[in-house]
């Protein structure tokens, strides 16, 4: 039930913006729940990348690899999760997706993400 778009390719030290939506979630499902931004890179297991609180209390938490480069946010009158990517890296690149931080629920199809020069 999340749709995810946003990805491609971008230079080293480019940025991105990657946006989620959580298609079938009713607004008073949605604002309770933390959420959270995943990757998946080649050949690697799928990692945590980014969190955020409730609505009421939106409180974020980054992985220590994209901590002052990435910035996670919410709309909640969209059901839509948000990944600002700055000064991205060729590490950078995976497959990203978004679910509940808490027990995800499926998982979508992600988008995917290079940083190559």
């Known amino acids: 039930q999340f749709v995810e778009s946003g990805g491609g390719l971008a230079q080293p030290g480019g940025s991105l913006g990657l946006s989620c939506r959580a298609s079938r979630m009713i607004t008073s499902v949605f604002n309770p729940l933390e959420f959270a931004w995943f990757r998946q890179a080649p050949g690697k297991q799928r990692e945590l990348v980014a969190t955020?609180?409730?609505?009421?209390?939106?409180?974020?938490n980054y992985v220590d690899s994209v901590k002052g480069r990435f910035i996670i946010s919410r709309n909640n009158a969209r059901k839509t999760l948000y990944l600002q990517m700055n000064n991205l890296k060729p590490e950078d690149t995976a497959v990203y997706y978004c679910n509940k931080f808490r027990a995800p629920d499926s998982w979508g199809q992600g988008t995917q993400v290079t940083v190559s020069p």
């Open positions: 955020i609180g409730r609505a009421s209390d939106p409180v974020t």
